[in-house]
């Protein structure tokens, strides 16, 4: 074996090194079928074997990290899921009556999922009237305010009476000045008196006991 | 070149007479022309008859109201109130609820019902169903 | 490999011989393709299918399942886009653009969705035939990165709009609803893009959603 040939040998090993060190295990050093047997050898040899062991390890660990993210994500979308539906309390107070106490943070995508929740249980329920409470939602700013009026609108247009009770004076002063229309939607200040209204309209008096309400 | 559309030629949706109301099941696709000849359909028919106290407008095939239809509609529903006439509309698709209200457009002049019943019941006509045995 | 066979492939890691056999014997002849042959439409309609199948026999599928039929089926991370040109010029082809828009994004967004844009379409159709006379409405639904996005772009020789900022602003109230029609299509669809000239106009709209989100619903 001549220097040079040892030499370039050598410079292959340290390449092989050298690539793993920056985690490319799928290079090896080259072997000849021919090569006589000597250290260098060996030394080659042991190299792509330590080389074959990294990159079997770094696969698992690599699996094994796919495998735990797709875990958490799946816990993730079922915990969120969950969240959404507990996040659209719809009560059926009465038959054909309907109640929706929001409470906590409304935002975009929680508000839309409210609105389609609510518009198929009047379809499927065939609801005569409907109470949206807002006065536990935690940040009632002006746009909120109006997709809730939006909301009561949706739900008049499909033919049932819709109670809005909750937005304050401050809030009512203020989508006045927005020319916000509320004219079409029953804006009443406590879930309370719209309720006590929704009967006097069914003609049933709570105090009595009633049929069953479903 | 668009294709041609199925509804092309066909006549525009019937106003049907139910005791002192009139009745009009809106078809699935609405063209502009098509409403307008309904607006004006019950302009004419309310123009010539006498009585009719009411207007239904069964909206629950259709599976899209856009700006231009829902204007149509409100003057329909207008035209009926200025012959006396209470307007009503029918069945509302929750989807297209939700779309007119995104427009800004709430209908406000327009009565609505969830179905055919309430319409019936508000209007204060009553059908009479028959048994076998003849009685009511 | 033939799409058929990818759905077979896919389902086998979740779900029992015999159920396998059951959804793909029934699935549409879209299966028959080859993978990587499908566009959005065909796509997205064959997961559905699938997905309600698999729904009906072993409880809802995971979205990893569907992402990775989705991969499959579509030989890579995204169908082909699925596109559709039509002339606008009287209230017939609002009705046809209408419809078309309804086709295209009737396997991918949940309906109230598909209603806006189909809404949007409408009202930009008609916008065209009513002041411009003639145009025509490109419809386009594609995807990329997990996020599936509509486009619509309407365009005109017309007159352009006048008093563009008022009718966006909402301070302009035409008797016409030219504005109505206009503002209308932007809170229905995600953005509007417009520009409009004494040449003529042309109008960009856009809805997306994610993969996640639409597939959950199905």
Known sequence: MTAANQRERLERVIEALARAACQDYGHRVPVSQDQEEDDLLELEVGVNFLLEDLQRVSRQNQESLAEIERKNREIADRASLALRELATPIIGVWQGVLALPVIGAVDTERGADMME?????????????????????????TRTADHFIRMAKA???????????GISPAIAQTL????????????????????????REL???????????? | ??????RDGAPPA??????????????GALRDTAVRDLH???????????GIRGLIIDVSALGLVDSYTARVLEQTAHVARSFGARAVLVGLQPEVATTLVELGIDLGSVETALNLERALARLKLRIVSEDPDGRP | MVVRDAVAEALAAVMTPLLVRSIVATLPSSSEGEVGSLDMMAGYDLLRYVADGARIF?????????????DLIGGSQSFRPSAQVLTVTSDHDVIAAQDAARRLVRALFKPTDCVRVVTAVSELARNIYMYAGTGEVRLNVSEADRTITFQVIASDRGPGIARLEEILAGTYHSRSGLGRGLLGAKTLLEGLEIQTGPQGTTIKGVKQARFADIMRVS
Do not use: W
């Not at chain 1, 003609?203 to 479903?214: I, K, L, Y």
């Open chain 3, 58 to 70: 072993s409880g809802p599928p995971s979205v990893d399942l569907l992402t990775t039929l989705h």
């Open chain 1, 117 to 141: 929740a609510l518009l198929s249980r009047v379809v499927s329920e065939q609801a005569t009237h409907v109470v949206i409470d807002i006065t536990g939602v935690s940040v009632l700013d």
């Open chain 1, 155 to 165: 739900v008049r247009l499909l033919g049932a009476t819709c109670f809005l009770t």
């Open chain 1, 203 to 214: 003609n049933v008096a709570p105090v009595h006991s009633a049929p069953d309400p479903r």
């Open chain 1, 176 to 199: 006045a000045q927005l020319n916000v229309d509320t004219s079409s939607v029953r804006t009443v200040k406590r879930l309370s008196e719209a309720l006590r209204e929704v009967f």
């Open chain 2, 14 to 27: 019937p106003l049907m007479k139910l005791g002192h109301c009139l009745f009009v099941l809106v078809p």
């Open chain 2, 1 to 6: 070149m668009n294709p041609p559309h199925p």
């Open chain 2, 40 to 50: 004006d359909a019950v302009a004419a028919r309310l123009a010539k008859e006498d």
